[in-house]
């Protein structure tokens, strides 16, 4: 190669960031030189500096006591890494900046401690790096040393969900990071009900969390967590939905009754599960029996007419909603009812007697019940107002093909059994109360 004459040389065609160490010889007429000592390491890079402000610093918290500060990295960090940070303040009016750190700060935040309550202070920090130190940044006006109240914040972050949705026997948690001045508490409560007994609560610093363990139908809705301190209050409402079987069917009544069958209705299940309700299923049993038989097939209506009832007997009837999880749980009539029908009217009402405050009346028993058991009721009115009715059981009156009662004085009589009253029988004319010297019949 071409022989340096000068005492310097600039090195070409290195590997940018590859680190090389030089010696030096000397040549004259006689040979090469001893080599001088190798040189410090050095990498083939850009040259290096000190590193540039940071770009913001600010107050982010204050008590009585401390100031809480915060900043971001400069965006130049002179080509070498930024070792840490110095952090200077100056008090009121003073003049003096003093180094409040005596090891390099290696976070962007410090909390300076010591200081004198409600005193003013300013701020200024500065990075380092290899080179030396970097230029400063000052807070863009002065702290004061006081007690902050801020209301409650939550802070969100791309994995925050408000609703979830979990499978039946499965578990959730639903929780949230917050702030305040002074730490607001957290208080849990579930809309439309109370928590389950599944149910935990923790609270720590800025956290709270809702567990819930082993989840059915019952802990499908609505939770609302609410944050609360002296400043201010902050509400966080979740919306959780379990994946399990429908709850019970809703006000379930008979809408007619009959010899031998009924026809029963019903309201959907207040909650359905999280899925569709596929069809009900209604089952009866007899009141003497434990056995539950289904009545029907798969019913897609919210009716239902049953007709293959034995008269007289009396039966419980139960209804379940299904989806695709499976069958729900039953709601059951706690009274049971009998497939009756209205008995059919007498034919005809005889006066049998008068006397001056009686009458005595006879008709002939219906051509059938209705199923159940009849008594007859008779209306009395007097001086053109109805009194109250007069009740005979069947079964005490022995009836046989005229059944005879004695009462004061009648206008019409009706039957009625468990299911209801039947047309009432009206006299064609009317009596007059008293004595009679011979039997009157009409």
Known sequence: CKPIVECAHKVLHLTEDMEYEFRV???????????????????????????????????????????????????????????????EMVKGKETEWKKINEQLVAQTNYIVTGLETGAEY?????????????????????AQAVDRLTPPQVDIDATFKQTHIVKAGGSVCLGIQFRGKPIPTATWMKEEGELGVMSEITNTDGYSFLSIENCSRNDTGKYTVNLENASGSKAITFTLKVMDTPGPPQAVVFKEVSRGSVTLTWEPPLNDGGARILHYIVERREASRRTWQQSGGKCTQNILKIQDL?????????????????????LEMTEPVIATAEPASPKRMDILDTTDNSVVLGWPKPEHDGGSRIH????????GRPAPKVTWKLEEMRLKNTDRVS??????????NSRGASEPKELVTAVTVQEQRGNRHS
């Open 122 to 142: 300013k701020f200024r920090v500065a990075a380092v790096n290899h080179v030396g130190r970097g230029e400063d940044k000052e807070t863009p006006e002065p």
């Open 310 to 330: 034995l008269e007289g007997v009396p039966y419980f009837f139960r209804v379940s909603a299904e989806n695709q999880y499976g069958m729900g749980e039953a």
């Open 25 to 87: 010889m000397a040549v004259n007429d006689a040979g090469v030189g001893a080599p001088s000592t190798i040189s410090m390491p050095i990498k083939a890079a850009e040259p290096k500096d000190i590193p540039c402000a940071p770009s913001v610093v600010c107050v982010s918290d204050s008590t009585n006591n401390s100031i809480s500060l915060e900043w971001t990295k400069p965006a130049n960090d002179g080509g070498m890494e930024i070792l840490g940070y110095i952090i």
């Open 376 to 383: 007859f009721t008779i209306n009395v009115p007097i001086s």
């Open 407 to 416: 009462i004061r004085v009648t206008r019409d009589k009706s039957t009625i």
